[in-house]
């Protein structure tokens, strides 16, 4: 118990340097059973790997190149949009909620929705917020290390990824020799069977949960939502939890078509 939270507790101190070689681990053993098979039909393993890794780059440089491009317009027409949004939670929402929350705890959230209450709240407590701006300074300078922190594991993945893909077979060798020979055939079953099932399992919902964002932000889109491919891929991304994807398409969607008003000019 003593060794394995020793373990834990080093791995815990080295995870910033860890996470590169992780990710890339991660990347090599989705990849390893594609080399694999086209390895199988005679090609060299050095050029099987070069495809496979060839393949995932461009992949990954499209669906950057689609995506980018469309998460920022769709910012950019959530943020001018936005005065719809507060106006909706000020008239209608809090216009609702805000009378039953002040009777029931004696909060006011409509004089939180003031911007001139709040300016002036700033005002009485600007010593406070320049100690706050202290801190969102310091924040910013350890941010641009955690930049350069990330442009290097930006690069240093790609690299390792494609080590990883090349020598898999090797390393599981390696760990496979470390095994107890009495014990090597009930290892290597259960380590295949969790294998097979694990990989499966991330490679299905991967594609679920591209299948999903692809299909709830199409579908809000041609339905006139503004902001619908937006909610799409998050949606899409919280697949992974069960129920919470689907949710918060529901919620988020509902709230997007109230405040157009699409159909319920009224409730707009």
């Given at each position: 118990a003593a060794i394995g939270l020793g373990i834990v507790w080093l791995l815990g101190k080295l995870s910033t340097v860890l996470t590169p070689f992780a990710v890339a681990a991660l990347l090599g053993w989705l990849g390893d059973p594609i080399v694999d098979r086209i390895e199988a039909r005679g090609v060299r393993r050095n050029t099987a790997v070069i495809a496979v890794f060839t393949a995932m780059c461009l992949l990954l440089t499209v669906v950057l190149l689609?995506?980018?491009?469309?998460?920022?317009?769709?910012?950019?027409?959530?943020?001018?949009?936005?005065?719809?949004?507060?106006?909706?939670?000020?008239?209608?929402?809090?216009?609702?909620?805000?009378?039953?929350?002040?009777t029931a705890t004696g909060f006011d959230?409509?004089?939180?929705?003031?911007?001139?209450?709040?300016?002036?709240?700033?005002?009485?407590?600007?010593?406070?917020?320049?100690?706050?701006?202290?801190?969102v300074l310091g924040f910013v300078s350890r941010s641009g290390l955690a930049a350069i922190w990330w442009a290097t594991n930006l690069v240093l993945i790609p690299i390792l990824a494609f080590f990883f893909l090349r020598d898999w077979d090797r390393f599981v060798e390696r760990v496979a020799s470390l095994i107890p020979r009495d014990h090597i055939l009930t290892v290597t079953r259960l380590a295949k069977e969790s294998d097979e099932v694990l990989g499966g399992f991330l490679r299905g919902q991967f594609l679920v949960m591209a299948a999903l964002g692809v299909m709830y932000g199409l579908g809000l889109w041609l339905v006139g939502i503004k902001v619908g491919i937006l909610i799409g891929i998050i949606g899409g991304?919280?697949?992974?939890?069960?129920?919470?994807?689907?949710?918060?398409?529901?919620?988020?969607?509902?709230?997007?078509?109230?405040?157009?008003?699409?159909?319920?000019?009224?409730?707009?």
């Open positions: 689609i995506l980018v491009p469309v998460i920022a317009r769709q910012i950019v027409v959530l943020v001018e949009s936005w005065p719809q949004y507060q106006s909706w939670f000020g008239g209608w929402f809090a216009g609702r909620f805000a009378p039953w929350l002040r959230l409509l004089s939180w929705l003031d911007t001139q209450h709040l300016l002036q709240m700033l005002r009485e407590h600007w010593q406070r917020a320049g100690g706050v701006a202290v801190n991304l919280l697949s992974f939890v069960p129920y919470l994807g689907p949710a918060s398409v529901v919620v988020m969607g509902v709230i997007a078509a109230l405040v157009q008003g699409l159909g319920m000019p009224g409730l707009a």
